[in-house]
């Protein structure tokens, strides 16, 4: 899918877009069956260890993690991209519909960023752990990738709600530069936000919100009794520094240089494992 002209000038007139209908079941239902396969045999193991009472086998993928959580809240530890290394969780990374939506902003040259996660949003009451807060993905790279131009992806696996934590950006942020942000969690204080109306953004699985490293977005708070799963991927020019140099970058995409193509699964898994041992100590931010 190529976005056309009026999404492009949207998108760069509002720092945000929102696409419906960009993937399908065949895209979604791997990385769904591999994070259900994750949490089984973590609930086998939790079960074995005579941790949790119940394996919650019958709870549907949008409950069991939560269900599981009540009683081992160590459930939810490790499950982003680089810590379970999942390899259709990899292929999801370079799906070619991504790829094409990427390619209408990035150029033909498509780096897959290391800042890249799974999440799996517990309703903070079962947590105490807080919704996302209001920052700009600039904000949470090194200064040297400011003036370059970065493309999140937001790709809900689950339908996403009003009730259920979906996003919020604040339409023509991305055009005042970067905020202060502050620690910790590298967000920006009420005091330094633009007086701008937040626009929240439900969208259905299969939809994907894109926006600009410099747009300013939160997450509501998830009031269910499901958990909000989304990915968060980030795609820029080949040419351009990521923002997290101690952390491994993949060339996806290249008409340039075909052969340099970074899309192996094992050498992914490989620089991944590296990276997490040898930047444990990396400064993350720059705040
Ligand atoms: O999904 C969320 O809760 C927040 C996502 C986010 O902040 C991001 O993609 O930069």
Redesign the pocket.
């Known amino acids: 899918m190529r976005l056309t002209d009026s999404q492009i000038s949207f998108f760069h007139d509002n720092g945000y877009l929102r696409l419906e209908n960009v993937l399908d079941e065949d895209d979604l239902r791997p990385v769904i069956d591999e994070y259900s396969a994750i949490i089984d045999e973590r609930a086998r193991r939790l079960h074995s260890e005579g941790k949790i009472s119940s394996l919650c086998a019958n709870e549907p993928f949008t409950r069991r993690l939560l269900c599981l959580a009540k009683e081992a809240p160590e459930v939810v530890a490790g499950l982003d991209i680089m810590q379970a290394r999942g390899k259709s969780t990899f292929n999801f990374l370079k799906n070619p519909k991504i790829l094409d939506v990427a390619e209408s902003l990035v150029g033909s040259e498509i780096v897959c960023n290391p800042i890249q996660h799974i999440?799996a949003?517990l309703p903070p009451r079962e947590t105490g752990r807080e919704?996302?807060h209001w920052?700009q993905?600039a904000g949470v790279c090194w200064p040297d990738a400011d003036p370059y131009f970065m493309l999140?992806i937001?790709i809900p696996i689950v339908d996403v709600t009003l009730e259920n934590g979906c996003?919020e950006v604040m339409p023509g942020s991305h055009k005042s530069g970067l905020r202060k942000h502050v620690t910790p969690g590298a967000s920006i204080p009420p005091e330094e936000r633009p007086a701008i109306e937040p626009k929240p953004l439900p969208v259905a699985a299969g939809g994907v919100i894109l926006f600009h490293n410099y747009t300013l977005?939160s997450?509501r708070p998830n009031e269910t009794d499901t958990v909000r799963w989304?990915f968060?991927l980030r795609y820029h020019d080949a040419y351009q520094p990521t923002g997290r140099p101690f952390y491994p970058a993949f060339l996806m995409r290249s008409k340039q240089r075909p052969d340099a193509l970074q899309t192996d699964y094992k050498t992914w898994c490989e620089r991944w494992e590296f990276a997490l041992e040898a930047g444990k100590s990396a400064k993350r931010y720059r705040w």
Do not use: G, M
Request: proline share 8%; no cysteine.
């Open positions: 999440r949003v919704p996302t920052h993905d999140t937001w996003l977005h997450a989304s968060d």
